[in-house]
Nanobody, 122 residues
Framework: QVQLVESGGGLVQAGGSLRLSCAAS????????MGWFRQAPGKEREFVTA????????YHADSVKGRFTITRDNAKNTVYLQMNSLKPEETAVYYC???????????????WGQGTQVTVSS
């Protein structure tokens, strides 16, 4: 069992940056792949980025490549999402999630945080 708590969301102007954190508690955080997803009102939850258990491999949605960076610190049981050059259409609730293997599919993630709101103003 893994409990996940996101933080770092807020209001930012277009072109700005935010850093989200996801703190994990429970057992064996370092054995899980971690992902970030987002969901805007009226839209389906979409994949943003993921990282392998070791941090050695990362995966990104095409829309965020070159702007978003996922990292993890297994000693601190935390995964981070650095978001740069944010766009208004990226306003959404951002969720972190844990899976047994890297995936872009929400249903393959076993544990989810409660989400943190990111609002990008134009």
């Amino acid at each position: 069992q893994v409990q996940l708590v996101e933080s770092g969301g807020g209001l930012v102007q277009a072109g700005g940056s935010l850093r989200l954190s996801c703190a994990a508690s429970g057992r064996a955080f370092s054995t899980y792949a971690m992902g970030w997803f987002r969901q805007a009102p009226g839209k389906e939850r979409e994949f943003v980025t993921a990282i392998s258990w070791s941090g050695g491999s990362t995966y990104h949605a095409d829309s965020v490549k070159g702007r978003f960076t996922i990292t993890r610190d297994n000693a601190k049981n935390t995964v981070y999402l650095q978001m740069n050059s944010l766009k208004p259409e990226e306003t959404a609730v951002y969720y972190c999630a844990a899976a047994y293997g890297e995936s872009r599919l929400p249903h393959e993630y076993a544990y989810w945080g409660q989400g943190t709101q990111v609002t990008v103003s134009s």
